[in-house]
T-cell receptor, first 114, second 114 residues
């Protein structure tokens, strides 16, 4: 069974609107990260939130983490056509006291219409 | 440019061929990863190398053989692959000795097995 699942699978919005993507996971984590992927390319790290944090901001990005519900959300405000991409959450799992590996979710495909 | 370079970008091979994927990172990182990304499936972690030592083999079939000769280079040797092995293979690296836990990805090798 997979660790992370994003919701929705696909999202289409107009430029200027906000986009919210959700991620649920199953096991205890050390941190949760969000990545972005343009079609056929590698993933690019966006933001990391640690298990003892509840909210974090970076530019137009806002991430929340609720460890009691094992869920996270990524909010992109004032979206632009260039934000069109797939967005993945990744859970950092503890191993021997450190994060040894990241397990990725299924991704949300975001399309921002100009 | 993320500092992680993968070659080739595209590869088409028959089921009886032997080929190798190459990954090189110029970031001074000490951990390297292979992920497989198939259509409509989550990224699958294949192998993890920390300080050139393999620390994770996620039940990957033996037709995939990784090699990490030093901390900057990672190879994935392929032989007698199956059509279902067609996917985007992504290499990533990070520094596990610091507190920065984000992964840096290459652009991937798009593999087609005929």
């Amino acid at each position: 069974s997979q660790q992370g699942e994003e919701d929705p699978q696909a999202l289409s919005i107009q430029e200027g609107e906000n986009a919210t993507m959700n991620c649920s996971y199953k096991t205890s984590i050390n941190n949760l990260q969000w990545y972005r992927q343009n079609s056929g390319r590698g993933l690019v790290h966006l933001i990391l939130i640690r298990s003892n944090e509840r909210e974090k901001h970076s530019g137009r990005l806002r991430v929340t983490l609720d460890t009691s519900k094992k869920s996270s959300s990524l909010l992109i405000t004032a979206s632009r056509a260039a934000d069109t991409a797939s967005y993945f959450c990744a859970t950092g799992l503890l191993s021997g006291g450190a994060t040894n590996k990241l397990i990725f979710g299924t991704g949300t495909l975001l399309a921002v219409q100009p | 440019e993320t500092g992680v370079t993968q070659t080739p970008r595209h590869l088409v091979m028959g089921m009886t061929n032997k080929k190798s994927l190459k990954c090189e990172q110029h970031l001074g990182h000490n951990a390297m990863y292979w992920y497989k990304q198939s259509a409509k499936k989550p990224l699958e972690l294949m192998f993890v190398y920390n300080f050139k030592e393999q620390t994770e083999n996620n039940s990957v079939p033996s037709r995939f053989s990784p090699e990490c000769p030093n901390s900057s280079h990672l190879f994935l040797h392929l032989h007698t692959l199956q059509p279902e092995d067609s996917a985007l293979y992504l290499c990533a690296s990070r520094d596990i000795s610091g507190s920065n836990e984000k992964l840096f990805f290459g652009s991937g090798t798009q593999l087609s097995v005929l």
